[in-house]
DNA sequence: GTCTATATGGCGATAGAC
DNA sequence: GTCTATCGCCATATAGAC
């Protein structure tokens, strides 16, 4: 369910802030710049959200809901495990492709905040509950080894997000500093991933 | 070869520094603090270091040293793979736990201004090449499954590494935000991270 | 709603006494 | 080497005309 952006200039705001935030940070990132980017005058974006603070927030809150998105429109119920893991590595890897600034500016936010992090996740109801629920009673059903979910689940979070939050370093140490052989190999990941995965939980 | 701390105030001036830096950021940081920290003023930080550039730049290869660790030390020559790997992850697990914060600081910096991160790696001659060979000569011998050296190296500290940088965020959703809860998982993962990548790896 | 002009505060950096 | 006092700039935020 996509949001319609429309053309006024609220929208023009959020999305220069969502630029300049993601890249910059809340630290980095200047009130010009984000005007500049936007098309308008630093005046207006007080009229629009009354501070910095506030405007941040705003764009926090949405990309909190992009990177944490809907569980179940990644996982069908009724697919085996080895295509539930297929899928969700290969979706969640494009969807980080097309915003690589995303976890690197997560990872910064919720160091410098944590407490305003721990309320919108409340605000927002993230309920990974019924995604463990969900690995548990796989493994309970004898398809993959016996483990504790979260070590599953974070692990599957470390192999698709690391390699984009370190991208930049990552591409000059092993890909000679060339884009085009890195989102290569990121793009190889969406498959080797999983069977990376599913080699060391499926039961054999 | 651990560096002697001297109690003098370029030593007080450089932990007072790092500790502020990689908490908040080149961005976040304050000279102010940093001088609270060092129990100093701020123009003394200016007179033993010019600028809050410098004085970045003093703290950041340091960091970037730590984080990038003379892997031989890790990895004794004559030991099987499986017995590299585990030492490999539990070492580097150690060093995180003792330095949380370093891995967030590193993502974000070297977003921040990835030329410099750049200068850094070609002064500071980090050479994964060497560590790629190995694991490469282990493939050709049979030891573990073919595959591009670059990916399992890059598996092998997503696993290690993101954990880490995302605890804040991990702690809150899946462990009631309990920092020992959260110590406990970091510290069951010096051990089950190896088996997990073994269990990917390892020939039958 | 949108703009120009300006107030206000904070931060990096320096001057200069000791 | 270490301090106090201060300069000068830049960023957020507001006042007020249109």
């Not at 979706?91 to 944590?114: G, S």
Request: hydrophobic share 45%.
């Amino acid at each position: 369910m996509e949001e319609i952006r429309k053309d006024n200039t609220e929208e023009k705001i959020l999305e220069a802030a969502r630029t300049v935030f993601t890249k910059k940070g809340m630290d980095g990132a200047r009130m010009q710049e984000i005007a500049d980017e936007a098309g308008i005058n630093k005046a207006l974006l007080h009229y629009y959200f009354r501070s910095k603070q506030k405007l941040f927030e705003a764009i926090f809150s949405h990309v909190f809901k992009q990177i944490f998105p809907d569980i179940r429109s990644f996982i069908q119920a009724q697919k085996p495990i080895e295509e539930k893991i297929k899928i969700f590595s290969a979706r969640y890897m494009e969807l980080l492709m097309l915003n690589p600034y995303l976890p690197a500016f997560l990872l910064r936010e919720l160091q410098r905040d944590p407490e305003f992090l721990a309320s919108v996740i409340k605000s927002q109801g993230v309920n990974p509950g019924e995604l463990l629920t969900m690995l548990k009673a796989e493994m309970g059903s004898g398809q993959i080894k016996n483990m504790d979910p979260r070590e599953l689940l974070i692990n599957l979070l470390s192999l698709i997000i690391f390699p984009v939050a370190a991208g930049p370093l990552l591409q000059i140490m092993f890909f000679g500093d060339d884009p085009d052989a890195y989102n290569e190999f990121l793009t190889r990941r969406k498959e080797t991933i999983a069977t990376f995965i599913l080699h060391s939980i499926l039961v054999k």
